[in-house]
């Protein structure tokens, strides 16, 4: 038995490796940065607003258009639109960055079953048609439409004249090869800007209702890399459990022993309101290579490996000495540590491990921060691309005095991107100024803009409290920053994007009391505004808030709730469901969601004196388990999202299941099986039928 969990986690991995990513739109340029406004229109692409093209790049697209020589003006207009696509707000999508890029973007085309769902009804569905039409006998010079070309984003050397016909045999060849239609795109070229199917939208939930299944106050959720139904659930003071999940509807509670922890770091951790044990990461080969990583603040004063560079230093224009006049504390004696640790050891498989030890491995990052608050902490792995993510905030006092996060150099009030797994050496580290074991991903934004600290991967933050990635679109990824006195706010973070703290606070000027560190002018910066937040006023009358971001509810569990962004705030215990209009498109509304605790949840919900609703006290954050059901860690429990109706919230579409115990399957058949991809299903049937044939 144990050999089939082994097997069955490999190929749980395997099946995640050979899954090619859905698809996504979202406004994203082919450099996966977001869209940037321009000024009034392009002198050449007929853009405006937010795109992808500065003026300089509108200029290229002209030189590359005139180059091709086009005599005859219907084919030039639709080659001109097809040059002027890469201004686009979704080029991204449209150019297909994750794959491949090309140099022609993905042509509308019924007749090649290529998406329609999510279209608008007036766009020309077979625009690839159309340009077949118009240009199949129409000479181009070095023409984009080559086969060649077609994966290629460059042209070549030497110039050529050449018609489609004499590059394609037929329209149906040149229609399979530009349309993409193996893929199901929401978004493709139609000749005119891209935009989505406003009908397509999603209603917000009616509710939604929750059990507790677990008395225990935890920080961090992290689902185990096996696939299987287990997760890894940590507390403040620095303890970690692996614990087992139990199925939907079985009444049961979470099989976690609290006298037994995977691992307890508490040893190295300093623990107070705002520090502690902030984040934890499993590397995405945690199954066989048991490498994990926490994220902790420590106390210089008492712990000697807790000596890292400070954040406030002459590469920022700040002084350490001066600190403490602008606040209270003891500059850079606490420091945020992400330290690498092994399941190695005590199991002949890591997936299997039930205990790791709690001997640092590597030390992958120190930093000694300035004051002592905002220091955000969680850590994550990208879906798509396996670096690791540190949520940084800008390292507390009021107003962020030292304008830490508008500074490029500065590691504070960022997203940082970082690649665990290509190690430099000691010299290597010292030479390129490096807060850890880790190297630079090669795309990180500095690539292009050698003003930005390296590690880098987005700025402007404030203090990031819990970020995710949606699973089935991993460009969205959704973080919710806490803000000063005035706004919380959700952003979706893209690559060098500036998320305006403290130029502004959510959507608001934000007015600095003291700028020691310099100042930044509202005109200096185009910062991306959040896509959903709230007013401290509209929902606490002490004005006390502070968001914790969630996930986008992905399980099938409550399917009313399916594609919505779910999130609250720690004081208010407060809920927000956030919905896409139309759907793909990035632009996002908040809906306050009603919240109550299933009359038969495992543990009894307390409730609120004189009310219903049930007490989960400070919200901290949410977790997401492999079957993407959504957990809520509280004060008070955990409490998972359940079917609504245990609850009596109305959803027309969940189905009415009889509440029988399902049989106790093993814990990675029974997970991995649950995985809602039809293409996954088939491939595990498949895996099973091997596995009986073999095992
Ligand atoms: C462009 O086409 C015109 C005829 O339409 C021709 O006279 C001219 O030489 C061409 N230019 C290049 C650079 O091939
Ligand atoms: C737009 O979306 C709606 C709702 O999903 C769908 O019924 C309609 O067919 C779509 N329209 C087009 C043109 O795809
Ligand atoms: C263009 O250059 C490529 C390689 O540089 C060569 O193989 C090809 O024959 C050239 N084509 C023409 C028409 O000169
Ligand atoms: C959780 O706490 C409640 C109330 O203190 C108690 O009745 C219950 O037994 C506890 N349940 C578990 C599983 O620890
Ligand atoms: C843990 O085991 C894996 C697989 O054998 C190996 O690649 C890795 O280097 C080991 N890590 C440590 C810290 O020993
Ligand atoms: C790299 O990791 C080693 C081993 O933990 C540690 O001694 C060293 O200080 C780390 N380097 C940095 C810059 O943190
Ligand atoms: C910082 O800049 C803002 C906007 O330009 C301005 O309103 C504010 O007075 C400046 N603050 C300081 C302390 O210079
Ligand atoms: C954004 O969503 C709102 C409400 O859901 C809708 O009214 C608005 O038209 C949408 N905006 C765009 C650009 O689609």
Redesign the pocket.
Known sequence: MDGVLNILSLFSLLLLLLLPFPSYSLPLCTSLRAPTSVKGRLAFCPYNGKVCCNTAEDLQLRKRFDAMNISDSACAAVVKSIVCANCDPFSAELFEVNSSPRSVPILCNTAAGAPISSLSSQANNSFCSSVWEACKTVPILNSPFAPALQTKAELPQNATLSTLTDLWQSESDFCNAFSGSSDEKPVCFNGNPASLN?SDTLPPPKGICLEKIDNGSFLNMVAHPDGSNRAFFSNQPGKIWLATIPDQDSGDVLGLDESSPFVDLTDQVHLDAAFGMMGMAFHPNYATNGRFFASFNCDKEKSPACAGRCACNSDVSCDPSELSSIDSGKPCTYHVVVAEYTANGTSSTPSKAEKASPVEVRRTFTMGLPFTANHGGQILFGPADGYLYIMMGDGGSKGDPYNFAQNKKSVLGKILRVDVDNIPSEEDIVKHSLWGNYSIPQDNPSSEDKQMEPSVWAYGLRNPWRCSFDSERPSYFMCADVGQDQYEEVDIISKGGNYGWRVYEGPLVFEPQKSPGGNTSADSIDPIFPVVGYSHSNINKLGSAAISGGYVYRAQTDPCTYGSYLYGDLYASHFWAASE??QN?G?F?ATDISFSCAPDSPIKCESVPNSDLPALKFIFSFGEDNRKDVYILTQSGVYRVVRPSRCNYACSKEEVITTTKPPQASPSSGYVMAIPHIGLMLLVSAVLVFMDLFL
Do not use: K
């Open positions: 406003e209009t139309p498109s632009n509304t």
